[in-house]
């Protein structure tokens, strides 16, 4: 049914996925199709439990398909952007099918985003691009990227994405400046920078606190880690 891959390929390797979702018949139809891949695919279901992909029977596999919304009406931007900070290979699996979603989850890192209307001719391409390191683009994403016009996201750099993280998790820029290695005016001249950006798309943020919330929604920290406040070094 999904064989797809020539003799002798790199695809040939045993790969190991795991997979993130809360929808039992999800998992399943995406355990048949990795059985009927030609080589197989071994799938690991963590079901809703998260926690697997870090230190349970996932945390070695190859490649994550990560269900976006594992709790209804709240996309975990934050949780994809740590596994891909963390050196993890993701799939977004999603039934978002916006635009806007699918491009946010390749900013964050994806190597790949599917809706759950897209099967196992793209399902099982996408895991093995991914497993070598690869982005794989299919229907939904492709059609997100030609129509991008990035309404209302602003493009951050690496250097002021983490600027405004250490920012966010530091007691004062001057312990910003420490931890980076750069003075507290550069601190000032980054996170400037955040502002007119976020002003720039209409999402203005005068204060450290309106800016946290833009962080949040947009995926660039966790409450988690806001949780993580450093007084000093």
């Excluded at 129509?147 to 250490?166: I, K, M, N």
């Excluded at 502002?195 to 660039?220: H, I, P």
Aim: charged share 25%; net charge negative.
């Amino acid at each position: 049914m999904a064989a797809d891959s020539a003799p002798g390929s790199a695809a040939d390797e045993l790969i190991t996925a795991v997979i993130v979702d809360d929808h039992a018949a999800i998992a399943a139809g995406v355990r048949a199709w990795c059985s009927e891949a030609a080589p197989p695919i071994d799938l690991i279901d963590a079901g809703d439990r998260l926690a697997d992909v870090w230190t349970g029977p996932g945390a070695a596999a190859d490649v994550v398909i990560f269900d976006l919304e594992l709790v209804p009406r709240r996309p975990d931007f934050g949780e994809l952007r740590r596994l891909v900070d963390n050196g993890r290979r993701v799939i977004v699996y999603s039934q978002h099918t916006d635009d806007a979603t699918a491009i946010k989850c390749v900013d964050l890192g994806a190597l790949a985003y599917l809706t759950k209307r897209e099967g196992p001719e793209h399902l099982v391409p996408a895991i093995r691009a991914a497993a070598r390191g690869e982005p794989y683009t299919g229907p939904s994403l492709s059609g997100a990227l030609v129509a991008d016009d990035a309404p209302g996201r602003p493009r951050l750099s690496q250097r002021e994405t983490e600027v405004l993280r250490a920012w966010f998790v530091s007691s004062s820029k001057e312990l910003v400046a420490v931890k980076l290695n750069i003075t507290v005016k550069t601190v000032d001249t980054y996170i400037a920078r955040v502002r007119v950006k976020y002003a720039n798309v209409g999402r203005a943020a005068r204060t450290k606190s309106e800016l946290v919330g833009r962080a949040l929604d947009d995926g660039l920290i966790t409450l988690a880690e806001l949780n993580q406040t450093v007084t000093s070094l």
